[in-house]
């Protein structure tokens, strides 16, 4: 027997240098690819992935097929014609690899920190029913090592600490036994939008606890900007300029690989930290760029809100965040919708709603969700995500698919200065203001030296509130100036959704007119 197969040694080898290695173990499509995946309807469909140099890669979408050889670098790119929304589950076929019981309907990414993230199994949802079971939304939750280990990384967490690595998830139907892992906003989002249009609806979750602006950016942004290029130029662990709490859990994580004495450079180092400048744009945004979507929904900032100086810097940022998105994504427009910061204690967060404000009244195609109403004082994670989910879900129903009936936050367009006082008249009231004839809390007037004082307000007709002016020589208006409003804000338009916090130049030449999208 040993004789027989010594004989066959060579005829073996012969064979293995002949005969050529099966093509799925060198054809790799992109790992968002996968069963059970929803695509974007109504846009060219890319696929993508890696290969040898040179390699003819074949693949198949439904009926459609195309091929094309991998470039020198060993990448490659198929483009599918555009289709339309469907339930009747297509295959994509890459040379022997075979995807199934893919839809076609719309995928949204729902990004940004631990908020995004809550999951609706940790959430008060105040009728369960309305959590409801539906295998046509299809949901991607991709997820990296913890953010916090006190203990340091294991060796198999050090791995993963490297773009490419770093998030994992696969594609799963929206069952009883899944929902409660999922984003409790991103699934309420998702929801709504398949009852509302009738089409399977794709979700992918990239959100990571405690994430700055920063970490989302891209490197030709972080790398020169002021106030982000100093973190490649010295020790990040130590630079006080960094957020404490990045810096704290970084050094925990990488307790058992950290040299002594040796500063730790982004991007410079063996192992990669989840809140290094421009780390999760790498890993998550940049991965999934070519893939067709119909938009972002953002829930991010409170490590950015920590002091005064994040604050100021953030609506840059932020800008430059989806302008970057947009980019990856190559569509200009790209709806972008984002949760503005809720009622919670830090005495920095009022500014920071109003950095979130001015992004959402200057940028095209950007829109904001207020929250103001629906924090917890004590408590940075509102354990009931069902009405953000909702509102973000209107806005997107009304801005982005354009269908009637959907609500929208009253917007402040323009302040009359009359005998009786301030006349503000507002947009997106619906059928009318609440409290009609009731007085208003949280309006404040200021004159020159910028001191703001409380004045009486009230509803006076359907779009319009009347404040008094007090005696002030008022400079300036604003309303909802609060962490965590005490008492409640009452003024919520006929569908219930509240006017969210403001601040405006009352000085000659701009009390006409105020600045609307």
């Known amino acids: 027997m040993q004789d027989t197969i010594r ?60 091929e094309v050889r991998a470039n020198q670098k060993g990448e490659w790119i198929l483009v599918f014609p555009r289709q339309k929304a469907s339930y009747d589950p297509v295959e994509l076929v890459v040379n022997e690899l075979v995807f199934t019981d893919i839809l076609i309907g719309e995928v949204w990414i729902c990004s940004g ?27 991607l939750k991709l997820v990296g090592p913890k953010g916090v280990a006190k203990d340091g990384y294991t060796r198999e967490e050090l791995a993963r600490c ?37 089409v399977p609806v794709g979700i992918i979750e990239i959100a990571v606890g405690g994430s700055a602006i920063n970490n989302w950016l891209p490197p030709e942004i972080t790398r020169s900007h ?35 004495d040796e500063p730790f450079i982004p991007g410079a180092m063996e192992y990669r930290w989840m809140c290094e400048p421009s780390f999760l744009y790498e890993a ?37 965040f989806i302008a970057s998105v947009r980019k990856e994504f190559r569509n200009e427009r790209l709806p972008v919708l984002f949760v503005q910061l809720p009622g919670h204690k830090p005495e920095t967060w009022p500014l920071f709603r109003e950095m979130q404000r001015q992004v959402s009244q200057s940028e095209r195609d950007v829109y904001m969700a207020v929250a103001i109403d629906l924090g917890e004082e004590d408590n940075i994670h509102p354990r009931d995500k069902t009405q953000i989910g ?18 929208d936050f009253p917007e402040l367009e323009k302040i009359k200065i009359k005998a009786e006082g ?10 009318g203001l609440t409290g009609t004839g009731k007085p208003v809390p949280h309006f404040e007037l200021a004159g020159a030296d910028s001191v703001f ?47 969210g916090p403001f601040i405006e130049s009352l000085k000659s030449g701009e009390s006409e007119r105020i600045k609307t999208r």
């Open 7 to 66: 004989r066959m040694i060579p005829v073996i080898m012969i064979l293995c240098l002949i005969w050529p290695v099966p093509s799925e173990a060198r054809v790799k499509p992109a790992p968002v690819f996968q069963s059970h995946m929803v695509l974007q309807r109504d846009m060219p469909i890319s696929v993508w992935g890696t290969a040898e140099a040179g390699e003819l890669v074949r693949a198949s979408l439904g009926k459609e097929e195309k």
């Open 113 to 139: 920190q631990s908020n995004m993230a809550w999951v609706v199994g940790k959430s008060d949802i105040p009728d369960k029913r309305e959590i409801i079971d539906n295998r046509d939304i299809r949901y």
């Open 162 to 198: 490297k773009p490419d690595e770093f998030f994992k998830g696969r594609w799963t139907h929206g069952t009883s036994d899944r929902i409660p892992l999922f984003s409790a906003l991103g699934w309420m989002f998702a929801q709504n939008l398949a009852a509302d249009l009738d």
């Open 226 to 260: 002021p106030y982000t290029s100093h973190m490649y130029q010295e020790d990040w662990l130590t630079n006080t300029k960094v957020f404490i709490n990045h810096r704290r859990r970084g050094r925990e994580a990488f307790q058992h690989v950290l040299k002594k």
């Open 284 to 320: 998550g945004m940049e991965t999934l760029g070519k893939l067709g979507i119909r938009g972002l929904a953002w829930y991010q900032g409170e490590s950015d809100a920590y002091s005064r100086e994040p604050v100021i810097q953030y609506p840059e940022l932020f800008r430059q």
């Open 390 to 407: 909702n509102r973000l879900s209107a806005l997107a129903l009304k801005h982005v698919y354009h269908r009637k009936g959907q609500p």
């Open 422 to 431: 301030l006349e503000l008249a507002f947009s997106n009231c619906g059928k």
């Open 453 to 499: 004082v409380p004045v009486e307000a009230s509803v006076i007709s359907r779009t319009k509130i009347r404040v008094k002016p007090g005696g002030i020589q008022a400079e300036y208006i604003r309303y909802g100036w609060k962490s965590f409003p005490k008492p409640e804000v009452r003024v919520y338009n006929s569908e219930g959704f509240p006017l």
